[in-house]
């Protein structure tokens, strides 16, 4: 165990995952238990991740985390995640630190927080990440992952993810598995469709508690249509054929949303922008005869689009041309663009042209898990101060 001393910092980063077959609606509400099975694929936290450094000490008053540079106030999520870590600290016969010592939090995201680019997943993967890196806990994460946000869970991993809902009482069946790594499919690219970047009026939790208090169709989704599509999604990923997983990642997440708009009150996620980015790629599509590409929606306005790398140009090419409104419109890795021409892209395409519409655009591709990072990347110092509070007094 760390001396009193010794003040024993971790820190670590952990990226974004983004649900191909979606997550919406919880059996248990405490324990965080879904109503079915999802699946997902990490992205590459060299453009999206949270970065979080944890530390204890028996000279620490109170836990104290501070995300974005503001000190939070205590959440039940946090606190549930935090005492799930800490039980399981103290089954250890020598924790690294003592689990009755307070902790101090440092957080960030590179990335907007609450505007449905999952960084509540992030964050909750990152922060148990790196505590069970400070106590010591081995093996499988991701059910005190799920005790934070239930998506974070997939986080806790690279690649292609499976969240298995289990069925035990307890939750002790409900993990997320690695299907394959980010390696298995290296032609895949993502592009991120930033249509709103502020806080959503309705948060996720709520939608889904109010979804499966009042919509039948949730239910019926549940129960007769997931399962058989997580399998169909399994086999498209295994076999890399696009095809099949545009047109499952494109119908699942027509249904999730068609499962807010069934809830009453209604919650209504996406917006015009929304919905004319995804008639420009069915129209894409069905001009090229065949899938280039494919979007998703969590709840928010922002597109996920997956593609071909050989397709990237031309897709960013043509939504830029539709939703754009500045020169600084893509960001993340480096793509060669294609501009559309009347006579060729643009021949046949009605979409409604949205100056703005898109904010900015985020170009990555599938990654891996969580990594730790070197002392030089903490975000406390040796007192278990956050490094900015001092940037700030100086």
């Not at 696009?242 to 996406?270: G, I, R, W």
Request: aromatic share 8%.
């Amino acid at each position: 165990m760390a001396g009193k001393d010794e003040l024993a910092l971790v820190t670590c980063t952990a990226p974004v995952n983004i649900a191909v077959i979606k997550y919406w609606g919880k059996r248990d509400e405490k324990l965080i238990l879904p109503i079915n099975d999802s699946v997902s694929v990490t992205l590459s936290s060299e453009q999206m991740h949270a970065k979080t450094t944890v530390t204890a000490s028996p000279d620490f008053d109170e836990d104290k985390i501070w995300l974005n540079r503001e000190l939070q106030a205590e959440s039940s999520r946090f606190s549930n995640c935090l005492a799930q870590v800490r039980s399981k600290a103290k089954l250890l016969e020598n924790a690294k630190v003592s689990p009755t010592w307070k902790v101090r939090i440092c957080s960030e995201n590179n990335f907007p927080t609450a505007a449905g680019l999952a960084s509540s997943a992030a964050g909750y993967a990152c922060l148990v990440t790196a505590l069970c890196k400070l106590y010591g806990i081995s093996g499988d994460i991701s059910s005190l992952a799920r005790q934070g946000s239930g998506s974070a869970c997939r986080s806790v991993f690279g690649g292609f993810v499976q969240w298995q809902m289990g069925c035990r009482d307890d939750g002790e069946d409900s993990l997320a598995i690695q299907l394959h790594p980010a390696s298995h499919w290296p032609q895949l690219r993502v592009i991120i469709c930033v249509a709103n970047d502020c806080r959503k009026k309705t948060p996720s939790s709520v939608g889904m508690k109010t979804s499966v208090e009042t919509s039948p169709l949730l239910k019926y989704r549940a129960e007769h249509l997931v399962p058989q599509r997580t399998k169909q999604m399994i086999d498209a990923i295994q076999e890399r054929d696009f095809s099949k997983f545009a047109e499952l990642t494109m119908k699942d997440s027509n249904q999730l949303h068609a499962v807010c708009l069934d809830t009453y009150p209604p919650c209504v996620y996406m917006n015009q922008t929304s919905h004319q980015v995804s008639s420009l790629i069915h129209q894409i599509n069905n001009k090229s005869g065949g899938f280039v590409a494919a979007y998703t929606f969590d709840a928010g306005p922002n597109a996920c689009v997956f593609l071909m790398e050989k397709d990237v140009g031309r897709v960013v090419g043509l939504l830029r041309h539709f939703f754009s409104d500045t020169e600084e419109f893509v960001r993340g890795e480096k793509s060669e663009e294609t501009r559309p021409t009347v006579t060729d892209e643009l021949s046949g395409l009605s979409v409604e042209k949205i100056p703005g519409g898109l904010k900015y655009l985020i170009l990555t591709r599938p990654g891996e898990g969580p990594a730790y990072l070197g002392e030089e990347e903490h975000l406390l110092d040796d007192a278990g101060q956050p490094k900015f509070l001092n940037d700030l007094n100086n």
